[in-house]
């Protein structure tokens, strides 16, 4: 059973940009999940989608967004991006709602901003 | 809001030595509770998990964790480390509104 893929692995980007992550689930699981991991903060909950719907949001600004769609495959896009915004954004899938089930975690996305 | 709080930050122990990593949690009502474990350039997996039942529960490599909710706490152990648990280790709870929320982190270098 293939596992949360994640893509792209990295990416350098500038002040300014903005930038979509895509996460696919593990087959099956309707709810995914965005963390943001750094070394000064740790893991921080940015949301979670269940069948399309945002469950949860953490407390981020509102250039951080996210979808998922009907196959549960889900992006997170990061507009007018930041210097503080380099980070490991990670995705997690899970059977049922984050805080029921086990998350699964995919390898993340490091970010870079210039 | 609901926090998580582990104790240590980064603990250094020797091969066969007994390990424990604090966490405490602070939202009191019925709690799910969660330890992951992310191995030097690999990505978080689970360890254990508590949603009800006994208290001890048994994980993956030997580790185990104590729920007491009078301490508001998830204790992970393990009697004897190995050079491979070498890692950076995370307790999580979810919140009232089901986000979960994970610990600062501790970071276990085992010496060989």
């Known amino acids: 059973k293939a596992g949360v893929t994640q893509t792209p692995r990295y990416l350098i980007k500038t002040r300014g940009q903005q930038v979509t992550l895509s996460c696919s689930p593990i087959s099956g699981h309707r709810s995914v999940s965005w963390y943001q991991q750094t070394p000064g903060q740790g893991l921080q909950f940015l949301f979670e989608y269940f069948s399309e719907t945002q469950r949860n949001k953490g407390n981020f600004p509102g250039r951080f967004s996210g979808r998922q769609f009907s196959n549960s495959r889900s992006e997170m896009n990061v507009s007018t991006l930041e210097l503080g915004d380099s980070a490991l954004y990670l995705c997690?899938?899970?059977?049922?709602?984050?805080?029921?089930?086990?998350?699964?975690f995919g390898d993340g996305t490091r970010l870079s901003i210039l | 809001a609901q926090s998580v709080s582990q104790h240590n930050h980064h603990v250094i122990l020797s091969e066969a030595a007994s390990l424990e990593l604090g966490c405490n949690y602070s939202?009191?009502?019925?709690?799910?509770l969660f330890w992951y474990v992310q191995y030097p350039g690999q990505h978080l997996q689970l360890l254990l998990k508590y949603f009800s039942g006994d208290p001890l529960v048994k994980g993956i490599k030997g580790f185990e964790a104590e729920f007491i909710k009078s301490k508001f706490s998830f204790n992970l152990r393990k009697p004897s480390v190995q050079w491979s648990d070498t890692a950076e280790y995370f307790c999580?709870?979810?919140?009232?509104?089901?986000?979960?929320?994970f610990g600062q982190g501790t970071e276990l270098s085992v010496k060989p």
């Open positions: 997690a899938s899970s059977l049922g709602t984050a805080d029921n089930q086990p998350q699964h």
């Open positions: 999580a709870v979810p919140n009232q509104g089901g986000k979960l929320i």
């Open positions: 939202y009191g009502g019925t709690v799910n």
